[in-house]
């Protein structure tokens, strides 16, 4: 099962069944002088003193001309001395806005105290004193909204409750245990606790929740959902098959359900049953466009070219089209029609695929019909899509740096910096360049200028700690950008190499090792690959380096870095090439 459809799908369905559309998110996304609907409930009228009159009205005046600041001080001051319900919710609404918890905490608790029937004000208090941490003040404003009506959306209170640090995370489990201990029947509850359990990592006891809605009969299509992707987590596919199955036969027609169900199928091999499923949806839905495209995506994957063609065209003409023709491309390139995909990804407009359209054509143009004329292409799109110059250089750049044209390639990059002297994925391209032509300064200097811009970058600090690590002498120094490109994000493959490669070159080897085979379980590169192999070579481990260096040139048998660092212990490449050819040939044969 493709995790990735999993977290895209329960993002939408998850929330959703929490109870939908709800006030409290509706309500935040409105200016800050707003009043909520219930907020503008009539309120008794009451006379206030001169000096409240006055700090109101600065409040008014001040919301009115977006003074935001000053009209929370002189709401929320207000607020506490008169305990007037409408005030304290005019304060509690204007400082969610601001993002300032507190002070929306402590409006909307005096809210809800006094307007005890308001189940916006309970909810909104209990979101609040969860952001600041504060969980028993959060479940006293559940429970009291849950005396009201079992019906409360709890959304706002999931997505806050996600966010908690780890130290709070059991509390405020304990919190939705004591509810549920009052209301043991709840559904949006038990739901939720459920979702926690999954964002703090507690798989099977997440499992047991939703299964505690199995038991009571109360499944609906997002709990089967959710049911399914922690089978999926826990890889039991068999058992995320069979949930998303009963889930379609007792809500058969529901999309996301059977979208999902369609993709289980067809990753099972299951191609027959998985295009009923699609064509059953497409039955039910003949005009939803989500559900045409991904129903074509899916018969694309299954083989079913002609009928994948079919259902992407019939959304070329609709809010879907870039999406539509850039599928196509995709779909004629994969038959080699590369007329068919070259136009296809020219019509592709203004939008997150532009690019990779025009990359992706250029790149057809070019192993078709030569670099040149590919070139000729991209200058050709400057004058229909002038706003993307920069890019349309540094592809034409990037496809000059692959074909060891370098200086040409370096002449385009600077003419790109040029117009767009600190866009970093300009900089990066001639860093790269300056790489292969061994001019480590330059490619110091702008690779520097990245992080200077953004010290968070993790691919500029990588990319600069690996090239120190395996071209200077500066290994400490390598060693700190490294370990600030792994603490933003420790799970790129392509860090984690590089990490294990600079201990390797510190001499801790048996901490490189770990790391490089962890690199190379998550991504099968060919230089990962050659870095592994080096370091189970040293140690004398020779058998377990040629295992992993044959397995890298099986899958990449013009790996430059891995031929380089087999030739530099002395292995015949080319016997070892052979070896891996005659061992897929008899697998084929087998």
Request: proline content about 3%; charged content about 25%.
């Amino acid at each position: 099962m493709k995790l990735l459809l999993w977290i895209a799908i329960i993002s939408v369905s998850g929330c959703a069944s929490l109870g939908g559309k709800t006030t409290e998110t509706d309500n935040q996304q409105k200016t800050a002088s707003s009043v909520s609907p219930q907020e503008s409930k009539d309120y008794p009228t009451r006379p206030f003193e001169t000096d409240t009159l006055y700090n109101l009205l600065v409040a008014e005046i001040a919301g009115q001309r977006s003074q935001y600041d000053l009209a929370l001080e002189h709401y929320l001051i207000e607020a506490k001395n008169t305990q007037d319900p409408w005030v304290a919710a005019r304060a509690s609404r204007i400082a969610q806005y601001l993002n300032e918890p507190q002070a929306a905490a402590e409006a909307a608790d005096i809210w809800r105290k006094t307007d005890k029937k308001n189940i916006h004000a309970h909810v909104t208090a209990a979101t609040n004193w969860l952001k600041q941490h504060q969980i028993p003040n959060a479940i006293s404003a559940l429970k009291d909204a849950l005396a009201i009506t079992d019906s409360i959306s709890l959304e706002q209170v999931y997505l806050t409750g996600k966010e908690l640090p780890q130290a709070f995370q059991q509390p405020m489990l304990d919190g939705i245990d004591e509810l549920l201990a009052i209301y043991p029947k709840h559904i949006r509850l038990h739901f939720t606790k459920a979702l926690l359990l999954d964002d703090y990592n507690r798989n099977e006891e997440a499992i047991a929740a939703i299964k505690t809605l199995q038991q009571a009969g109360e499944m609906t299509p997002p709990h089967y959902i959710m049911l399914a992707k922690l089978y999926s987590k826990a890889n039991d596919e068999k058992a995320s098959l069979n949930t998303l199955s009963t889930g379609w036969n007792n809500y058969t027609g529901d999309k996301t359900l059977g979208l999902l169900y369609g993709q289980a199928l067809a990753d099972d091999k299951q191609t027959k049953a998985a295009v009923k499923v699609l064509d059953d949806l497409l039955e039910e839905h003949p005009s939803d466009d989500e559900v045409i495209l991904t129903s074509a995506l899916l018969k694309a994957e299954l083989g079913y070219f002609d009928e994948s063609e079919a259902l992407l065209l019939q959304t070329t003409d609709t809010k879907q089209k870039n999406n539509s023709w850039y599928f196509l491309g995709q779909l004629y390139e994969q038959q080699n029609k590369h007329e068919q995909a070259i136009h296809a990804y020219s019509q592709v407009g203004e939008g997150k695929n532009l690019i990779s359209a025009v990359t992706r054509a250029t790149t057809i143009i070019k192993d078709t019909q030569g670099l040149d004329l590919a070139r000729e292409y991209l200058r050709g799109l400057h004058q229909t899509i002038p706003d993307q110059t920069p890019r349309l250089i540094q592809i034409e750049a990037e496809f000059l740096r692959d074909a060891n044209e370098l200086s040409e390639a370096l002449t385009l990059y600077n003419e790109a910096l040029e117009l767009e002297p600190n866009d970093s994925n300009l900089l990066y391209g001639r860093a790269m360049v300056f790489d292969l032509s061994n001019d480590i300064v330059s490619m110091e200097a702008d690779l520097k200028t990245i992080i200077n811009n953004n010290p968070n970058n993790a691919i500029a600090l990588n990319a600069l700690g690996y090239t120190l690590a395996d071209k200077t002498d500066r290994l400490e120094e390598a060693k700190d950008y490294i370990e600030r490109a792994f603490t933003l994000n420790p799970k790129d493959p392509a860090i984690i190499d590089s990490l294990g490669w600079i201990y390797f070159r510190l001499g801790d080897v048996q901490k490189a090792e770990l790391l490089l085979a962890q690199a190379y379980t998550l991504f099968k590169d060919q230089e990962v690959a050659a870095h592994l192999g080096e370091v189970l070579w040293v140690q004398g481990k020779k058998e377990q380096a040629l295992k992993v260096w044959i397995d890298g040139l099986r899958r990449n048998p013009t790996g430059a870095k891995l031929i380089s660092t087999m030739k530099r212990f002395n292995i015949d490449v080319n016997l070892k090439k052979d070896e891996v050819d005659h061992a897929d040939q008899n697998e084929q044969n087998q």
